[in-house]
């Protein structure tokens, strides 16, 4: 079994490089489904959940090559098994991806329903009424969506809840479907963005992008592309909020400081100096604590431009040790405070009601043996790990692989006392 062992108390210092975002590359490997074309993505982070989509896609019959720079070449002409089996989508829900592609593309797709998981009952069902507007037809039996459609018809759609991947697959549905769709209350995550500059990139015909209204006019068929995947404002962040809760002062090179307003605004509010500069690849952001404490800030997690629920965890663990009392409300997830139990194990003084969280900081945690429950609760006892007196270990590592591309690397680059180590017992 594998633990990150952690001794907390050094200041981040140093410049390291954002990796490509896992939320916007898991769309668009999916999407290189809808063309018999090669396509070639940039800038793809070396993560679990990428290995998953390559695996899923491969199991299809498509075939791949990745290169020492992590750029993969995916050739989706004999896709021969359009389905996502149990056992790789109880892995990763973000499997849920390739069913818009598949209905568009082939006419037909089987994929096992993606279970709930730690943060919340994540129903899907948004995904599939929106599919039968367009007149699939899907039946739900066994734990599969089965899925078929002569051809996908435009539709007028009205997303009763903001949902991401929801958004991304009738968007990448509509791509191929006859006449034109339109999807109201769309997520405007970045990472949507992303997916429908990559689909503009493969010939689709997309307005309104980045906005709330997407207008897709459907095409026959759509082409291959090469296409270099945003920044990770999500990892990004958690980076930002590691130098902040240790009063450090680090640079990220190859940053989307856009997409990233609302963090970095918090960031200010809790004290720190935040810097930014160049543009495109060479963009970057800065963030100098001068050694002092963070202050309490309230978050409140909403859909984008509001305050991202992937950063909540992470804000918590620096609540937890900022001068002042603040209150965390996350509107996204019914389950999401399950890293505040462990925080709590540090020593953090954290109560809750309902989706409400009061933290009241104190000057220091102590370091304690806590276990990782979701990704972005892992990186929040990291966070908190690298402040605390004393040793962290974090158990149930496997979480943070998933979307965070070598964290020890990085945060022993920027000075963290990190080491993975392995114990004996169960893998
Ligand atoms: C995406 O999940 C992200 N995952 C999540 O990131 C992120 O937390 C979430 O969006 C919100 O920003 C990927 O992009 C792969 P939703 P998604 O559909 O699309 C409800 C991480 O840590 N809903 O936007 O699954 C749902 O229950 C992960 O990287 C329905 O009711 O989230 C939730 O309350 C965690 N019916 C709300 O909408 C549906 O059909 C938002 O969920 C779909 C969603």
């Known amino acids: 079994m594998n633990i990150l062992s952690i001794a907390g108390g050094q200041a981040l210092a140093g410049d390291i490089r954002a990796s490509g975002a896992k939320n916007a590359v898991l769309p668009i490997l999916a999407a290189t489904l809808l063309s018999d074309r090669v396509s070639t993505i940039e800038n793809v982070p070396h993560l679990h959940d990428v290995t998953t989509m390559l695996q899923l896609l491969g199991q299809m019959g498509a075939s791949l090559t990745v290169d020492e720079k992590q750029t993969i070449e995916i050739d989706p002409a004999n896709i021969t098994h359009p389905q996502a089996p149990y056992d790789l989508v109880k892995t990763m829900r973000a499997s849920i991806l390739v069913l818009g592609p598949l209905l568009a593309r082939y006419g037909t797709a089987e994929v096992s ?35 078929s459609a002569s051809r996908l018809r435009g539709a007028h759609l009205f997303l009763d809840k903001v949902t991401v991947t929801g958004t991304e ?149 620096m609540n937890a040790l900022a001068d002042g009392v603040s209150v965390v409300t996350e509107n996204l997830f019914e389950n999401r405070f399950m890293h505040l139990n462990e925080l709590a194990r540090m020593g953090a003084d954290i109560s809750i009601e309902g989706n409400r969280a009061i933290i009241k900081g104190k000057p220091s945690l102590k370091g304690a043996p806590v276990t990782a429950t979701d990704l972005r609760a892992s990186a929040s006892l990291v966070l908190a790990g690298l402040a605390a007196e004393g040793e962290t270990q974090i158990f149930d590592v496997h979480y943070i692989d998933r979307g965070y591309e070598r964290i020890e690397e990085k945060l022993s680059h920027l000075g963290a006392n990190i080491h993975r180590k392995a114990l004996p017992g169960p893998a």
């Not at 129903?123 to 039968?132: I, Q, S």
């Not at 307003?261 to 060479?282: M, N, Y």
């Open 169 to 317: 697959n009738l968007l990448m549905a509509a791509t191929l479907a006859e006449g034109e769709t339109l999807i109201e209350n769309a997520a405007m995550e970045p990472e949507v963005v992303d997916l429908a500059h990559f689909l503009q990139a493969m010939g689709a015909h997309i307005e309104g992008i980045g906005t709330s209204s997407l207008k897709i006019t459907g095409k026959t068929s759509l082409n291959g592309t090469r296409y270099r995947v945003m920044p990770d404002r999500i990892e990004i962040g958690t980076f930002l909020v590691a130098a902040a809760i240790t009063g450090g002062s680090i640079r990220l090179n190859g940053s989307c400081n856009d997409a990233l307003e609302s963090v970095l605004i918090k960031l200010q509010e809790a004290g720190a100096s935040i810097e930014t500069g160049g543009s495109g690849a060479d963009a970057w952001v800065s963030l100098d604590m001068h050694g002092q404490r963070p202050r309490a800030v309230d978050i409140v997690t909403a859909p984008y431009p509001g305050f991202p629920t992937d950063m909540q965890a992470q804000f918590c663990a």
């Open 113 to 147: 329903l993606p279970g709930g998981c730690a943060i919340g009952s994540r129903p899907v069902d948004l995904h599939l009424k929106g599919l039968e507007a367009m007149g699939a037809e899907i039946k739900v039996e066994n734990g599969y969506i089965r899925a």
